[in-house]
């Protein structure tokens, strides 16, 4: 299973973005998808993640700002970044668990794309 992003740059602050994510290989079914962001010297924390019900969670200072979405017919995941702020700049990184042979769940990641916003 491979994760491929899209949709990263550079964009002043007040700017939006949009990244997507596509899902490729051999699987039975994705079930949670999600994106987490890791800037320079920090730990990776979670940034939106979307259930294979829909239902959605943020991180508390992109709330309201961001929004994760799902192409459940295209195996996509995409989040619409809005509002943007310095501290966001980070990279970028989707992730999703998959169910595979077996019906054994396995936790796949994107190799990142870069978010840059300027001030």
């Known amino acids: 299973v491979q994760l491929v992003e899209s949709g990263g740059g550079s964009v002043q602050a007040g700017g939006s973005l949009r990244l997507s994510c596509t899902a490729s290989g051999t699987f039975f079914r994705i079930n949670a998808m999600a994106w987490y962001r890791q800037a320079p010297g920090k730990e990776r924390e979670l940034v939106g993640s979307?259930?294979?019900?829909?239902?959605?969670k943020y991180l508390d200072s992109v709330k309201g700002r961001f929004t994760i979405s799902r192409d459940y017919a295209q195996n996509m995941v995409h989040l619409q970044m809005n509002s943007l702020k310095a501290e966001d700049t980070a990279v970028y990184y989707c992730?999703?668990?998959?169910?595979?042979?077996?019906?054994?769940?396995?936790?796949?990641w994107g190799q990142g794309t870069q978010v840059t916003v300027t001030s």
């Open positions: 979307i259930g294979k019900g829909g239902a959605t």
């Open positions: 992730h999703a668990d998959v169910e595979e042979v077996h019906h054994y769940e396995y936790e796949h």
